[in-house]
């Protein structure tokens, strides 16, 4: 073994592990365990990527600002202080390295997304728990978590993998009782599928404040997580901040040339939205028939609970769907091992896991 050992913070981390394999046999597979977009991408996207082709002997922008002048006009925002990386994953670990001192404290919720604590050790920081109430974050959960040694706080909205959110207010609520040199994150990954009035991404508290940034992705409504694509909006400074540590070619130019295309596609984008808000209800209907509560989201992903009974378990059902190659998520990493997260795929994916998931209760199959 090496005698050079990695920073005491990272002895402790627990690694991020998805779960994108999985099947059983060969032959189509049913993947509802990453929440990607159930669509795919834009074929405008796609047809962008083609054109690049000549040019991938060069390294791509470093600022990209063809893609951030789209996305700035897309949002009604200033694309000075968008800021690109490769998934919005690579923006929250710079975040840390760029705001957190050994020793610095990070808040991030119960049920969180758990890059969040993995980042905020890597760059020596201390992840902080704050817990939710009922499957929902609670504000003021975090509000007694801070300390003198908070520097930031992560707020998932919609949050993974509850996919239950809090309305504006609350986040209103949230700044207002952190103290000026708290960062505020808002992940907004999954902003696009909400359909709440009295939701906001985060823009408007990013344009009303110096402590607020706000994180979005391709990888969700524009299904294109295979592309590695993010952006964080913040003041300026820490965006220039942000430009100046992360890599310089961290964005590749095949996700500048699709993301300009995604973002300018606004038939896709509905066509997209329209397909969630036809197959959740839908499938949060049939799973209601079967006996399997669903937590209300707001999302394209919802989570699903399982009895305790013996061969009914959710990490029973996650491995029944696994023999069909059907691709769940088991949720024993966030704390909630009696549920599995699926993602919305397409009516005849939603049609085949009702029916696998009726065969595995041994009930009637809904009639769809
Ligand atoms: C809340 C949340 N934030 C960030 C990400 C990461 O997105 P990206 O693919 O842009 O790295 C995810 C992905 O699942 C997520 O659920």
Same mark, same amino acid.
């Given at each position: 073994m090496s005698t050079i050992k990695p920073k005491?913070?990272?002895?402790?981390m627990v690694s991020y592990t998805p779960?994108?394999? !999985?099947? *059983? *046999?060969?032959g189509k597979v049913i993947r509802l365990?990453? @929440?990607?977009?159930?669509?795919?991408?834009?074929p405008k996207a796609l047809a962008a990527m083609h054109s690049v082709d000549p040019d991938l002997h060069r390294y791509p922008a470093v600022a990209a600002s063809r893609l951030a002048e789209a996305v700035g006009r897309r949002n009604g925002i200033?694309?000075?202080?968008i800021v690109f990386g490769c998934g919005s994953d690579e923006l929250i670990q710079v975040l840390c390295l760029a705001y957190l001192e050994p020793g610095d404290e990070a808040i991030y919720t119960?049920? !969180?997304?758990?890059v969040y604590p993995m980042a905020t050790r890597i760059a020596g920081g201390v992840p902080v728990v704050a817990p939710d109430d009922e499957y929902t974050v609670s504000v003021d959960a975090i509000l007694k978590a801070?300390?003198?040694?908070?520097r930031m706080v992560f707020l998932a909205n919609p949050n993974n993998p509850t996919g239950t959110y809090i309305p504006q207010e609350e986040v209103k609520r949230l700044r207002a009782g952190l103290r000026d040199d708290i960062l505020l994150v808002l992940d907004?990954?999954?902003?696009?599928?909400v359909t709440k009035n009295?939701?906001?991404?985060?823009i408007e508290m990013v344009e009303n404040h110096d402590n607020v940034v706000m994180l979005r992705t391709?990888?969700?409504?524009?299904?294109m997580a295979g592309l590695r694509l993010g952006w964080a909006y913040g003041p300026k400074d820490i965006a220039a901040t942000l430009e100046s540590i992360?890599?310089?070619?961290?964005? @590749?130019s095949l996700a500048i040339a699709a993301g300009i295309a995604a973002v300018e596609d606004l038939a896709f984008q509905e066509a997209v939205i329209e397909s969630n808000n036809k197959w959740l209800p839908w499938s949060a209907g049939k799973f209601a028939e079967l006996g399997l509560e669903a937590l209300?989201?707001?999302?394209n992903f919802l989570l699903l609970r399982f009895p305790e009974t013996d061969g009914k378990t959710a990490e029973a059902a996650r491995l029944f769907l696994a023999e069909r190659n059907i691709l769940v998520r088991e949720m024993g990493g966030y704390g909630v091992p009696d549920t599995v997260r699926l993602s919305i795929g397409t009516g005849e994916e939603m049609r085949e896991v009702v029916d696998a998931l009726a065969d595995f209760l041994g009930k009637e199959r809904p009639v769809s």
């Open positions: 005491s913070s990272i002895a402790t779960n994108h394999g !999985g099947a *059983k *046999k060969p365990s990453a @929440n990607e977009g159930a669509l795919g991408m834009s200033d694309p000075a202080r119960q049920y !969180g997304f758990l801070v300390t003198e040694r908070t907004a990954a999954y902003c696009e599928y009295d939701y906001d991404s985060g391709f990888s969700k409504l524009y299904g992360k890599q310089p070619f961290g964005v @590749n209300p989201t707001v999302t």
